[in-house]
Structures are given as structure tokens and as C-alpha cells.
């Protein structure tokens, strides 16, 4: 029986991007004589576009609300889908060709849903704002534009690679080199701070994301090359994994971007992203993204998810493992639903509380964070762990600020 906690929930998956051009048919005249031949022509030309671009049938959404489609067929006459590439709560992502302005698009087909719908008006709103406030080029996704076709809200960007996930796991969960995560690393950080001179990036726009996961980082580029690793397998032949040929990504995914005058709901976050602060209910701020920017490097440089559960008793449990214990005084504060975690006040109750052996060999087999660092990293370990302890403090105000952790010497060292 498979592992529950070996790979942590569905995951999206990402084609390869295809290497063809779409080139529409334009016939020969027909030489009927000059004046029909031209008239002919204009009328062809007129009419071309509606039968190329015509709608398919129309057809009931799924059960989950989901548009159904065949590939081929066309988004409105302007865009031909070309393949699926992602697909999620929210809804899909396809990939298009968008026949006015010649290029390979994404566009995000929302479930006809109205939450999902409410959803994605915040998150055209988001995108909007954050192009709108661009000069530089941000390192976040950029929307080309978005409409309402058959109750499905549709949002156009731009054509990126696989997520860092998906590359992870092509690559049968192989980590990055250390290099690769320090450049992941900064452009996730310029992604969340106004680091660059007249860009403004999404925390000085006031925007805390709130779900930032290796799922939602992009490849700019799908191209990648093969190269050979130090092990052999049984066989003493030569092994070898992939890295991608470009390190520039940028964020996507601002359906869960709260604006900082915006009520935030009490759970925000994949679970295996989330900070403390959120599980004990003290609520959450921008400290919450630099958490998760903590959780995903580690990922990064290491092949697996630093908390690798699903619930919160063990979620707690995880993080005192590798962090230490959590300090009383946010204990004390929690909110009252999370008394349950603890026992005499202010001390985890576990192992007692936990759900299984399972769970327990679970937290046990997890290491301090130096001593994880340690095992993957053969160079920069000391400015690597001191910048995780920096970003994975219990404290929210004692965490690291994106524009703190991009001074950091771990970014500074390019040995």
C-alpha cells in the first residue's frame, strides 16, 4: 500500500510546451479575372475567420463544474486550445493559441462556481494592480488580459515552463544544486519586496500572497540539460539528472492574495507551508509568506517537503522537531481552538496525542534544521542554515523581512 505521506496532496502537472507554429490557411486566388478573383478574396478573407475560429457545441460542465472541451477546439474564435496544462481546485489551465497576437498563452478556465468565480475576480484584480505598478519587469506572471465565456471567467497570461515541482518531479525528486537554490531563492525574495530601483514588487504593493509553494513558482523556460551525477547505479553505469538551462521563474497563482486592508480569513496557505502563527490562530500577516519562502528552499535544496503531514498536532509536533521548542508566550496567546494541542498549558501534547505509530515514527525520523542542512549541502551550509533560522522563527516579528533575507550573506556568496 502506498505511502500516504510520500508525495503530501495532488499535485498539478505541466506539459512540455509544443514546438510547432500554428499558420493559418490563406487559399491562392483564383483566377476568375481581376475584379471577381479581388472579390472573391474579400469575401473568403471575411468569412475565414468566423468558420476558423468558430465555438464547439455547447455543452453541460462537469459535476464539479469544470468546462468541458476537446483539443482543437476553439475558447471563443480568437484562442485554439492546445493542450492541458495544470489543473486544480480553482479550475484548469490550457494552453492556446492566440490567433491575434501569434503567440502560446495560459489561460485559467475558473469552475463556474461563484466562489471560485468571486476567486478569480481577486485575483484579475491582483494581477491588474501589480502590472499596473510594474516598470522593470516583476518576477510575477503577467496577465494579458481575461472575459466571461459560457459562466467560466477566463484569464489570459503569459506562457511559462513547468513549476519547480513538476521539475522535482520529472527529475524523480532529485534536489537542486546549491547555486540554483540561492537564484530561485533571491527571485522569490525580489517577488515579495521592492528591491530593485522604480519596480514595485507585491509587499510594497501592500499584497501578502499566501500560498507560495514550489506548485505556484515557474520556469520561465522549458528547456533543460542532462548532466551526470557522482552515482553509479548497480550496473557501474553513469547516472544522470536534469537542470534547467535558464534559473529565471516568477510567481503565479493570486487567487489567495490578500490586500492588507482586506479581512483575512483564519486558515491561509497549503498545509505544508503554513505558519505556526496561522495553525495556533493568532492570525497572520506578511511574516507568513517568509515562512513559506523557508519551507519551499528547503524543499528546494533538499528533493522532499520539510513538513510532510496533515494534520495539526503533528504539524506542531514537526516543527519543535527541527526548530525547537515553540515559545509560551504565542502558547499563550493561541487561539481557543488550539488548547487541545497542548497539555499543563503551555507543553505540546505529544506524543500522547497523536493520531498513530505512524505519525509518531513520522516526527521522529526528521532532523534539526543545521543537521538537515548538513546532509544535502556540500558548500555555503552555514550562511544556508543561518538564513533558514532567520526565516523559520516561531516569533512572526522576529522573522526575517523579504528585503532582510536578500542582504543576506547566503546571497552574497557566489563560490
Known amino acids: 500500500m502506498e505511502d500516504f505521506r510520500t508525495r503530501k496532496r495532488p499535485r498539478l502537472a505541466w506539459d512540455e510546451a509544443p514546438t510547432g507554429r500554428e499558420v493559418p490557411f490563406v487559399p491562392?486566388?483564383?483566377?476568375?479575372?481581376?475584379?471577381?478573383?479581388?472579390?472573391?478574396?474579400?469575401?473568403?478573407?471575411?468569412?475565414?475567420?468566423?468558420a476558423r475560429g468558430a465555438s464547439p457545441p455547447w455543452r453541460e460542465d462537469d459535476r464539479e463544474g469544470h468546462y468541458v472541451f476537446d483539443l482543437g477546439e476553439n475558447l471563443t474564435p480568437r484562442y485554439k486550445i492546445l493542450n492541458k496544462i495544470g489543473e486544480?481546485?480553482?479550475?484548469r489551465v490550457l494552453e492556446c493559441w492566440d490567433r491575434d497576437s501569434r503567440e502560446y498563452v495560459a489561460i485559467k478556465v475558473v469552475r463556474?462556481?461563484?466562489?471560485?468565480?468571486?476567486?478569480?475576480?481577486?485575483?484579475?484584480?491582483?494581477?491588474n494592480h501589480l502590472s499596473q505598478n510594474d516598470i522593470a519587469g516583476s518576477r510575477c506572471v503577467q496577465i494579458r488580459r481575461w472575459f466571461d465565456y459560457r459562466n467560466h471567467i477566463c484569464i489570459v497570461c503569459e506562457k511559462l515552463g513547468p513549476s519547480l515541482y513538476d521539475f522535482l518531479k520529472r527529475n524523480k525528486y532529485c534536489p537542486f544544486p546549491v547555486e540554483l537554490v540561492r537564484e530561485f531563492g533571491r527571485q522569490l525574495l525580489?517577488?515579495?519586496?521592492?528591491?530593485?530601483?522604480?519596480?514595485?514588487?507585491?509587499h510594497d504593493l501592500?499584497?501578502?500572497?499566501?500560498?507560495l509553494k514550489p506548485e505556484n513558482i515557474l520556469l520561465v523556460s522549458s528547456e533543460y540539460v542532462k548532466?551526470?551525477?557522482?552515482?553509479?547505479?548497480?550496473?557501474?553505469?553513469?547516472?544522470?539528472?536534469?537542470?534547467?538551462?535558464?534559473?529565471?521563474?516568477?510567481?503565479?497563482?493570486?487567487?489567495?492574495?490578500?490586500?492588507?486592508?482586506?479581512?483575512?480569513?483564519?486558515?491561509?496557505?497549503?498545509?505544508?507551508?503554513?505558519?505556526?502563527?496561522?495553525?495556533?490562530?493568532?492570525?497572520?500577516?506578511?511574516?507568513?509568506?517568509?515562512?513559506?519562502?523557508?519551507c519551499i528552499l528547503v524543499e528546494l535544496y533538499s528533493g522532499e517537503a520539510l513538513f510532510q503531514t496533515h494534520e495539526n498536532l503533528e504539524h506542531l509536533a514537526m516543527m519543535e522537531r527541527v526548530l525547537g521548542p515553540i515559545p509560551e508566550h504565542m502558547i499563550k496567546r493561541s487561539h481557543s481552538s488550539a488548547s487541545k494541542y497542548f497539555k499543563r498549558g503551555t507543553q505540546l501534547n505529544w506524543p500522547e496525542?497523536?493520531?498513530?505509530?505512524?505519525?509518531?515514527?513520522?516526527?521522529?525520523?526528521?532532523?534539526?534544521?543545521?543537521?538537515?542542512?548538513?546532509?544535502?549541502?556540500?558548500?555555503?551550509?552555514?550562511?544556508?542554515?543561518?538564513?533558514?533560522?532567520g526565516l523559520l522563527r516561531f516569533e512572526p516579528s522576529e522573522r526575517l523581512t523579504a528585503l532582510e533575507a536578500l542582504n543576506h550573506p547566503f546571497f552574497k556568496n557566489t563560490a
Not at 88 to 91: I, N, P, Q, S, V
Not at 113 to 126: F, L, N, P, S, T
Not at 194 to 202: G, W
Not at 263 to 271: E, F, K, L, Y
Open 206 to 211: 501592500r499584497l501578502i500572497h499566501t500560498d
Open 227 to 294: 548532466v551526470p551525477t557522482r552515482k553509479r547505479n548497480t550496473h557501474d553505469e553513469m547516472q544522470f539528472r536534469c537542470l534547467p538551462k535558464s534559473s529565471a521563474i516568477k510567481l503565479i497563482d493570486f487567487g489567495s492574495t490578500a490586500f492588507e486592508n482586506h479581512d483575512h480569513n483564519s486558515i491561509v496557505s497549503t498545509r505544508h507551508y503554513r505558519a505556526p502563527e496561522i495553525i495556533l490562530g493568532l492570525g497572520w500577516h506578511y511574516p507568513c509568506d517568509l515562512w513559506s519562502v523557508g
Open 88 to 91: 486544480g481546485t480553482f479550475g
Open 190 to 202: 525580489e517577488a515579495v519586496a521592492c528591491v530593485l530601483a522604480f519596480t514595485v514588487y507585491m
Open 112 to 127: 463556474s462556481i461563484r466562489k471560485y468565480r468571486h476567486a478569480a475576480m481577486i485575483e484579475i484584480d491582483v494581477l
Open 28 to 50: 491562392e486566388l483564383l483566377g476568375l479575372g481581376l475584379r471577381l478573383g479581388l472579390w472573391f478574396r474579400r469575401r473568403f478573407e471575411a468569412a475565414a475567420p468566423a
Open 353 to 389: 496525542g497523536a493520531v498513530s505509530r505512524e505519525s509518531i515514527r513520522a516526527v521522529r525520523k526528521l532532523d534539526r534544521l543545521k543537521d538537515l542542512v548538513s546532509r544535502h549541502v556540500d558548500h555555503s551550509r552555514s550562511s544556508l542554515t543561518d538564513l533558514l533560522h
